[in-house]
């Protein structure tokens, strides 16, 4: 029995994670600010060592995916705290396992496909890739986002960590049909003829389906060649309208209304968020997961799209 521990591992992507170890037998440990009922559950604050520091103790694999969501208007207040909460949790993960007293495997610290610059023009994989944010032409809400993931990897990097393989996780959407996911907000527009193109169309998407990537996360636990950076997504990216009218297809909905840029901006400012989410271009690769041998089981978007909606449906007509 593995023992895993995931900081900040109640949204959906740790849910994920604690679903499928806990299905292995592992012993799951979850990191959490959120009121403890037990069951794994540790409370902890992200910024100063306590008791949780005794649970890294002999894990075989830590999983930092803390980080405040950027689904917001990036105004200085949620700007300092989009950026405060990825940083100060890497740091303080860094000083417990380094004072750790038995070997931790392996720390995989969440990271983002938003690192990458805005790529219409051709894939970006680890080794080749452009990392975005000095660019002259991006608006500077797009650099505020880069530059966050580019401090977030650093402070991660330079941690000295000596006896633990470190991982960067460069993640793009990952799609499962849990309530109030990135697929379930999409679907949502479908089902109400919102589904269409969104700005030009022309913006690449990245995405990774849930089996893929809980699939991923174990494939790089097991195999000691992966450390560093590693981009978490299909191998097959494509722009924005296809991707809608794939997810149309697969809800058997023909048509969708197109956002333009114009509304979208209207709609962010309503929705306090960012068009940022939806016009950056990420045409992200898994470079290393394939050079190495793994095998997705969904590497095209309208086989997962199809999935997808069907277990939606699944969980829907059963809740």
Not at 94 to 108: C, F, L, Q, S
Request: aromatic share 8%; hydrophobic share 40%.
């Amino acid at each position: 029995m593995r023992k895993i521990v995931l900081a900040g591992g109640s949204g959906q992507v740790g849910n994920l994670l604690r679903k499928y170890f806990a299905a292995l037998g592992d012993k799951v440990i979850v990191l959490t600010r959120n009121p403890v009922s037990g069951n794994g559950l540790i409370q902890w604050d992200g910024c100063i060592l306590g008791d949780w520091t005794r649970e890294l103790e002999g894990a075989d694999l830590v999983v930092n995916l803390c980080g405040r969501s950027v689904n917001c208007r990036y105004h200085a207040r949620n700007r300092h705290a989009i950026l405060a909460s990825r940083i100060d949790t890497t740091r303080i993960l860094r000083e417990a396992i380094a004072r750790a007293e038995k070997t931790r495997r392996v720390w995989m610290n969440a990271s983002t496909a938003t690192i990458y610059r805005h790529a219409l023009d051709r894939d970006m994989d680890e080794q080749t890739g452009e990392l975005g944010g000095d660019e002259m032409d991006v608006p500077e809400t797009w650099r505020f986002s880069m530059d966050v993931a580019r401090r977030w990897e650093e402070a991660f990097i330079e941690a000295l960590t000596p006896g633990t393989r470190k991982i960067a996780l460069r993640s793009a959407m990952t799609m499962s049909p849990d309530r109030g996911g990135v697929f379930d907000i999409l679907l949502g527009l479908v089902r109400k003829g919102l589904g269409g193109k969104q700005g030009s169309g022309r913006q690449f998407v990245s995405w990774i389906h849930e089996a893929d990537f809980v699939a991923a996360i174990e494939y790089l636990l097991a195999d000691v060649r992966f450390e560093g950076p590693v981009n978490l997504a299909a191998p097959n990216p494509l722009p924005n309208c296809e991707f809608m009218n794939d997810l149309r297809k697969a809800y058997d909905i023909s048509f969708g209304l197109p956002s333009s840029r114009w509304m979208l901006e209207v709609g962010a400012l309503v929705l306090r968020t960012e068009t940022e989410l939806v016009l950056k271009s990420r045409r992200v690769v898994p470079g290393k997961l394939l050079q190495a041998g793994f095998r997705f089981q969904f590497p095209e978007w309208q086989e997962a799209a199809r999935n997808l909606v069907l277990l939606w449906k699944g969980q829907r007509n059963n809740g």
